[in-house]
């Protein structure tokens, strides 16, 4: 599916906006193809009254958790690779701060020891470093 020019447009403005999400021209058919899910599903019949509807609605609607679970990848690999997690140790927090690092994990269900499913908490000295899948489902 083809969106005009003007839709992509208003699209992309609308969905920076609200969402902080950026879908430059090189992305154009991932935006496409989440924007086309997205109002197929809410039963709306075209994408510019699917985004005059949106541009109504509050943020916190579970439309716009909708949309944004279609323009978005659900998780992240980033914690589940341990040499991350090594670099971050030894290369990037000062040596005082490396024994409070503990190894988590993002995957949806499967957490750091002790931490509810599908978010995963490294508590560092003077910050935090967290992961919580966007997904509605596991939130």
């Known amino acids: 599916m083809s969106l005009s020019v003007e839709v992509c447009r208003q699209a992309r403005t609308l969905i920076a906006t609200r969402l902080g999400l950026d879908f430059p021209e090189r992305r154009q058919a991932d935006l496409e193809r989440g924007l086309a ?14 985004l005059a509807w949106l541009a109504n609605l509050p943020d916190e609607s579970p439309e716009w958790r909708r949309l944004a679970s279609h323009l978005t990848v659900g998780e992240t690999y980033f914690f589940r690779d341990r040499s991350c997690f090594e670099a971050l140790e030894q290369q990037v927090l000062p040596p005082s701060s490396r024994p409070a690092v ?38």
Do not use: D, H, K
């Open 102 to 139: 503990q190894r988590a994990s993002c995957a949806f269900g499967s957490g750091a020891p002790g931490a509810p499913p599908g978010r995963s908490r490294t508590r560092l000295p003077s910050c935090w470093i967290a992961c919580c899948p966007t997904a509605p489902s596991g939130l």
């Open 37 to 50: 899910r997205a109002w197929r599903a809410a039963a709306v019949p075209a994408p510019e009254a699917y």
